[in-house]
C-alpha cells in the first residue's frame, strides 16, 4: 500500500543537539511534501512545504528539510534544538492523482530535555 | 483571518447520546477535511469536502460517524450514538483548491475538538 513512514515514534534529545526526523513516502511521481508540527495541547501548524524547485527547504523555526528523490525522502534538519521545540511532527505527502488530500505520517514525539 | 473555527473544544458526553462537531472554514477556502487523532491510530483523514461535495468518505469508521457541509462557510460532523472508542481529538481543517494551482493549496488545521465519551 502506498504510504508515508516515519521511522522515528520517540525522539528524545538535550537542548543543542542537533535533530533529523525521518520520512520516506512510497509514491511515485511528482509529490507534494509537507512537514507540520503540533505543540502540547494545540492543533497542527506548517513548519515547512516542498513543491518544487530547490530540494532544501527552509521553515520557520530554524527548521529545514531536504527533499532526495532517488531515496523517496523527506526528513527534517535542525542543528540546534531548545526545549521549545518539543511536540510532535508530522510528514504528509500529497500524491499525485490524489487531489487535495494529504497522507500524513504516524508522527514523531520529540522531548528535549532542558 | 481567524483561521479555521471549531466549536466546541471539549465536548463530554455519555454513550449512546448524539454528539454534533461544528467547522468554520477560512472564508474563501472551498475545500474542508475532517480528521481524528488517537494515540493508537494516530491522525486519520474521515472525510473531506470540495465546493461543499463530499469527495472522498472512505475514512469514515462507520454508519453512526455523518459529516455535512450545508454551505461553505459550515461543516458538522456528527456521531449517533457515540461509544467510548470515539473518544478522541476531532480536527477540522480548510485549503483552497485552485484548478492550476494544486500544488499550491495547504491545508490549515483548526484547534479540535476533544471528545470524552464515558
Known amino acids: 500500500a502506498q504510504s508515508v513512514s516515519q521511522h522515528n515514534h520517540h525522539v528524545i534529545l538535550s537542548e543543542a543537539a542537533s535533530l533529523e526526523l525521518g520520512c520516506n513516502y512510497s509514491?511515485?511521481?511528482?509529490?507534494?511534501l509537507f512537514w507540520y508540527v503540533q505543540y502540547p495541547g494545540q492543533h497542527l501548524q506548517l513548519l515547512l512545504k516542498?513543491?518544487?524547485?530547490?530540494?532544501l527547504v527552509k521553515g520557520i523555526k530554524g527548521f529545514e528539510a531536504e527533499f532526495i528523490k532517488s531515496k523517496f525522502s523527506f526528513n527534517l534538519r535542525k542543528p540546534s534544538v531548545q526545549w521549545s521545540d518539543t511536540a510532535e511532527y508530522f510528514c504528509?505527502?500529497?500524491?499525485?492523482?490524489?487531489?487535495?488530500?494529504?497522507?500524513f505520517g504516524g508522527g514523531t514525539r520529540l522531548m528535549v530535555k532542558p | 483571518d481567524a483561521g479555521v473555527i471549531q466549536s466546541p473544544r471539549h465536548e463530554v458526553t455519555e454513550m449512546g447520546q448524539e454528539v454534533t462537531l461544528r467547522c468554520k472554514p477560512i472564508?474563501?477556502?472551498?475545500?474542508l477535511f475532517w480528521y481524528r487523532q488517537t494515540m493508537m491510530r494516530g491522525l486519520e483523514l474521515l472525510i473531506y469536502?470540495?465546493?461543499?461535495?463530499?469527495?472522498?468518505d472512505s475514512g469514515m469508521p462507520e454508519d453512526r460517524f455523518s459529516a455535512k457541509m450545508p454551505n461553505a462557510s459550515f461543516s458538522t460532523l456528527k456521531i449517533q450514538p457515540s461509544e467510548p472508542r470515539d473518544s478522541a481529538v476531532y480536527f477540522c481543517?480548510?485549503?483552497?483548491?485552485?484548478?492550476?494551482?494544486?500544488?499550491?493549496?495547504?491545508?490549515?488545521f483548526g484547534a479540535g475538538t476533544r471528545l470524552s465519551v464515558l
Open positions: 481543517a480548510s485549503s483552497f483548491l485552485a484548478g492550476g494551482a494544486l500544488a499550491k493549496n495547504i491545508q490549515y
Open positions: 509514491y511515485g511521481g511528482t509529490v507534494n
Open positions: 516542498y513543491f518544487s524547485g530547490d530540494p
Open positions: 504528509a505527502v500529497r500524491a499525485p492523482n490524489a487531489g487535495n488530500m494529504l497522507t
Open positions: 472564508s474563501g477556502h472551498n475545500s
Open positions: 469536502f470540495n465546493n461543499n461535495v463530499p469527495i472522498d
